[in-house]
């Protein structure tokens, strides 16, 4: 595959300037088939690496555009080949009409994510900062930003890889003793062995639970929007949005689905789903989405329970049995709905309904959604909910799930090694447990991983990247 010269458009359409990416053995002979430089006498392939040199695109007699070419050599490349990104007017017809030309030429059309890949082949990244880029790119807050700078730069990749030659140290010491089994003799010291165990499962243990947090981070926070029907669920979550994404209406069970959309608030993002009103019905169709909310309800970590003002008490006493057991461990904002509806006096007779409620984790407010009364006020009960730390660069969170699970499974092997040693089972088995931890570790950076895992990471890039 690396045999082959590739091109891609790097930049997004309708923008000024556009830029075309080659990399490949030829990437430099290909491009100076079609481009010539505005000095005189000095060839494409003359300059030095690291420079822009100004000419036109040609296509036979015809100029196509004025452009400038940036050179770089292998291996002090991003791909790790020599390459080189012609810099030109963002038309698409130009665009095309160079890519057609280096087609033309020799070069073939990029894969998605083929140049991060060559990248990962060629040794001038791992896996796991690969995997970062492409999260570099779609982040859309400050904290996914920061997590993807963190893993890109190598912090991840630096904690697992003093992880692994701890573990290969001590798997060596005592497959050394399996070589002189007979004249009994111990290499590695156990408890010394016990202390290490030890200390990497803290370390394992801190990165798989740190998959919370940054799953939260990177997918947002999931927000499960309850209650009963027309208790305005969904005017909520439009106000939320700031657009009609969900249907409005005075019917009972308008919403018979789950309508799911992200938003930044405060530099958090969340994920707020509006699910179908909680009531008795024997629509097959309603039904279904009822259990549905159960489901979402199961999977939030906040839950915003809706509740009209006006029939708040029948309301709570119906479901508080269905939904208080199912919030434990999340965090419950009780939102009083259509407030501007009712007096002070009645605010406070509804607020005491909710003294039976668990304190640690239950809010209250009361809200107009429909006039947008307090909904900024509810804004700031989701940011305080969120519990989310402040993210920097050198924080090493994993937010990735193909890192989580094989953490999971080291994390799995090194318990095992733990109880080996402490019921002092022989060298081999030890041994066995302890390179399958360095085996799940090391398929984090790609060490150990098949193609089909490849493939399946880089198809979901874009193309040019």
């Not at 890889?161 to 798997?171: A, I, M, S």
């Not at 509740?307 to 479901?319: E, G």
């Not at 407010?365 to 700031?380: C, H, M, N, P, W």
């Amino acid at each position: 595959m690396n045999q082959d010269t590739i091109c891609a458009i790097a930049t997004a359409q309708g923008g000024a300037i556009g830029s075309i990416r080659v990399s490949g053995p030829e990437a430099i002979s290909i491009t100076s088939r079609i481009f010539q430089p505005a000095k005189a006498g000095k060839l494409l392939s003359e300059q030095k690496p690291y420079t822009l040199t100004f000419g036109r695109i040609y296509n036979g007699e015809e100029i196509i555009d004025e452009v400038l070419v940036s050179l770089f050599r292998a291996p002090h490349s991003y791909t790790g080949e020599d390459s080189t990104e012609i810099t030109c007017h963002g038309s698409s017809y130009i665009l095309q009409q160079v890519m057609q030309l280096l087609i033309k030429n020799g070069c073939r059309m990029a894969q998605p994510g083929e140049y991060t890949q060559r990248a990962f082949l060629n040794g001038k990244m791992d896996l796991s900062q690969a995997e970062a880029v492409a999260d570099l790119i779609a982040s859309s807050s400050a904290a996914t930003h920061r997590l993807a700078m963190s893993q890109m730069r190598g912090g991840f990749s630096k904690e697992l890889t003093d992880l692994r030659n701890k573990l290969l140290n001590f798997t060596s010491m005592i497959e050394l003793e399996l070589d002189f089994s007979e004249e009994d003799v111990e290499f590695a010291d156990r408890s010394a062995l016990r202390k290490l165990a030890d200390e990497i499962e803290q370390v394992i243990s801190r990165l798989v639970h740190s998959f919370n947090v940054g799953n939260a981070i990177k997918n947002g926070v999931p927000v499960a929007i309850i209650g009963e029907t027309n208790a305005g669920k969904s005017t909520l979550l439009n106000v939320l949005l700031n657009e009609d994404k969900a249907i409005v209406s005075d019917i009972h069970g308008t919403t018979r689905d789950v309508i799911e959309d992200t938003i930044n608030i405060g530099g958090i993002t969340f994920r707020f789903i509006d699910t179908a009103g909680i009531r008795e019905t024997n629509d097959t169709i309603e039904s279904l989405g009822i259990e549905r909310t159960f489901q979402k309800l199961d999977q939030a970590e906040i839950v915003l329970w809706m509740v009209d003002s006006s029939d708040a008490s029948s309301q709570i006493k119906q479901l508080s049995e269905k939904i208080i057991p199912r919030c434990e461990e999340k965090q419950l904002i009780v939102v009083f709905n259509k407030a501007d509806l009712i007096e002070e006096k009645q605010k406070e007779e509804l607020s005491a309904l909710l003294k039976n409620f668990p304190k640690e984790y239950t809010k209250s407010i009361f809200i107009s959604a429909k006039e947008r009364k307090q909904t900024d006020e509810l804004q700031k009960m989701l940011i305080n909910a969120a519990h989310l730390p402040t993210v920097t660069q050198n924080d090493i969170i994993v937010t990735n799930v193909r890192h989580y699970e094989a953490l999971s499974k080291a994390l799995d092997a090194i318990h095992r090694v733990q109880d080996g040693l402490d019921s002092h089972i022989s060298g081999d088995f030890l041994s066995q447990d302890i390179r399958e931890c360095i085996f799940f570790i090391s398929d984090i950076a790609g060490e150990v991983t098949n193609d089909m895992v490849l493939q399946n990471i880089f198809q979901h890039f874009c193309i040019g990247k």
